[in-house]
């Protein structure tokens, strides 16, 4: 009997699994009860004490259960390039970060197990073209991984770039030789392959290019809060240190951290958090405090989750509508902004320009112009953005544009590449 191998989609997101199975493909195992689609798990932790943890959508279920107590963790797969990130501490337990995503993918694991009614090893594990610009750190970033799926009881672990895997799914589907583009936008990365795609069994240097980089999902929401939002929490605070002259602004390392998804939860920290205790005490001026105050209500009254799915939402909002309403209703925090379709994407210039720089880079990598791409295959959320879409359209053309299931098929390559088990490195 073959080995059962465990392929797993580990997004910033959302995360799914599928397998290979007594040589047979399972494409959607059914991980999580409580989701609307059970195939599809939120990346999602919550630790209401420190020895408790809940997963995916029980987590946000749990999280308003036990009102808001607690630590909840989102976007969590971004840190992993980041070596100054060594993890946090609740009360008396240390997470490393590698224990957070250990923890999650043997859930994962155990889910799948009991799906399969087998104990399982083996895992195909999707990785982004790039989880960091810096060689060092990606390759940093893949030690972690590994470190973690050890955490999780896998001895034996292939990673396969997603962009690659989304070919493989495609290429399903093509039954003659075609040069094709895929691009795939998560929450945290963005990331490209080129590939001939042939009938005949797939080879290594059917890939003609892999490239990515670190922005995304996560990236575009996060501009609301840096433009425009976080105003009203304290980010253009003023402050005098007692026996100091020096006037002072809020530290660029603690809004940082406000504006980021993955980032604002650590706020709580203590020596952050007494910092900006402090910053308050010494501000100058009433509305100063006044912010500060409403940001200690939402870190305090648990409001983080809750205010960044508004902002995800206002986002979506704009990319089939010219305005979107950004309406807050928790008491405190309330707050209301129309935001445009414009003004969005004058703040993400740089994001777009990091991202169409990974495309350049992967055409050049190939050797082809655009021209030469006989079909683009976008997938994630991102995609449907409407300045990142019209630049494809722009480039490439609208009777080249294909479009596949957001969120499933990564997975469907992922299953089709342990079929090559031998091959991968």
Known sequence: MADT????????SHSLVGALHDGQRIDDLAIDPFSHD?????????FPTPDQCFYGAEALKKYTEFEMEGRLFRSFKSHLPNKYYLGTVFENRILSLENMIGLFLLELKKRAEAVLKTHVTKAVIGRPARYSMDPVADEFAIHRMRKAAEYAGFTDVKFVPEPLAAALEFRRGIHQEKTILIGDFGGGTSDFTIMKITPNEFQKKDVLAVEGCPLAGDALDSVFMSSRLNRGFGAQTKYRLPMSNNLLTMPVSVMDRLNKPAQIVHLKERDTYEFIKEVRKCALRAEDKNAIDRLFIM???QQIFAFFEEIEKTKKDLSTRPTSVFKFDYPDLETNEVFSGVEFEDWSVKIKSEILSALDRCLSQAGLASSQIEHVFLTGGTAHVP???NEF?????????QTKKFFHSILSGLIESAKSWDELS
Do not use: N, V
């Open 393 to 401: 359209i722009r480039r490439f053309g609208t009777e080249k544009m």
């Open 5 to 12: 191998i465990l392929a797993i989609d580990f997004g910033t």
């Open 299 to 301: 870190l305090e009254d």
């Open 38 to 46: 059970p195939t599809l798990m939120r990346t999602l932790l919550y």
């Open 387 to 389: 300045f990142i879409q």
